[in-house]
């Protein structure tokens, strides 16, 4: 008998165990919960394609969930690339449907669920975690600034696909670029992917019903002075690369009620920054940019 081809065997790396589904489900899915579905695939191109596809035919209800082993074409901001080794990380993505709090509250989302990611990882894999405005999670390797995880968020039917990727056990040969890095890589005590998505779920969970119960109001349901606390981005210089080409250099000194981060710049101004790259230039232990 010929053997299987090792590249398609689940169990290939035996350090990276597949994730048990039905177990997931158990621990998940009740029926006083947020989450109503969960469902592992075991490798698709993006995880927030295939669940915005569904959610815009009408397939897709608030909380479910779509968890892949493997993301051939993930993306990031921006429509950078996402690629990592299969069952090496975290790669899936939730749908949510705020329903009545006002539209113009819901770019708090993909925010709300970078707080949630981090407190639930710091919980879980005993790893400090912080946030980098708008959507970068990271840890610090060797004292240094890392990117493990990162957010993207897009409307889509009557809700709003957020996606999630978490750099789990990838080794150092592994990294996709010098300023990446992994929960393994910064000391983690458990790298149990179940363990870590379902406490990122349950804190999201957490979040999202706080944020909910007050009507969508950062400030009141504790959402902004908990993102703030986390964010390495404030009290920083940074350059913020905004959409058409231009470019705002400033000290991070907020993150206002819209969810926006606001800079002081050198001639006095206050100025909110709604979307961009931002780059940390100083006030940083690290060499993350």
Request: hydrophobic fraction near 40%; proline fraction near 5%.
């Amino acid at each position: 008998m010929t053997p299987p081809d090792a590249s398609h065997n689940r169990w290939s790396d035996l350090g990276r165990p597949p994730l048990n589904e039905t177990a997931l489900r158990r621990g998940l899915l009740r029926p006083d919960a947020l989450w109503t579905s969960l469902e592992v695939v075991e490798s698709t191109g993006s995880t927030n394609t295939d669940l915005a596809g569904r959610a815009r035919s009408g397939a897709a209800g608030e909380g479910t969930v779509l968890v892949a082993e493997e993301q051939t074409a993930g993306r990031g901001r921006l429509e950078r690339s996402w690629t990592a080794p299969p069952r090496s990380g975290l790669f899936f993505s939730v749908y949510l449907e705020p329903g009545d709090i006002p539209v113009e509250r819901w770019g708090w989302v993909p925010l709300l669920a970078g707080v949630a990611a981090a407190t639930g990882l710091a919980k879980a894999a005993g790893v400090d975690m912080s946030l980098k405005w708008p959507n970068d999670l990271l840890v610090s390797v060797e004292g240094v600034e890392r990117k493990a995880g990162g957010i993207l968020g897009e409307f889509a039917g009557d809700g709003i696909v957020v996606g999630l990727g978490i750099n789990v056990s990838l080794r150092a040969d592994e990294l996709p670029a010098p300023t990446a890095g992994s929960l393994a890589l910064a000391g983690a005590v458990s790298t149990d992917r179940e363990t870590l998505l379902r406490a990122v779920l349950r804190s999201l969970e957490h979040w999202y019903g706080e944020w909910k119960a007050a009507d969508g109001d950062a400030a009141a349901s504790g959402l902004q002075a908990a993102y703030a606390a986390g964010c390495a981005t404030l009290d920083r210089t940074v350059r913020a690369e905004l959409p058409g080409g231009a470019s705002l250099v400033g000290e991070a000194v907020a993150i206002d009620g819209d969810g926006r981060l606001v800079l002081s710049t050198e001639d006095g101004l206050q100025q909110p920054v709604s979307a961009g790259d931002i780059v940390h230039l100083r006030g940083a232990a690290g060499g993350l940019t």
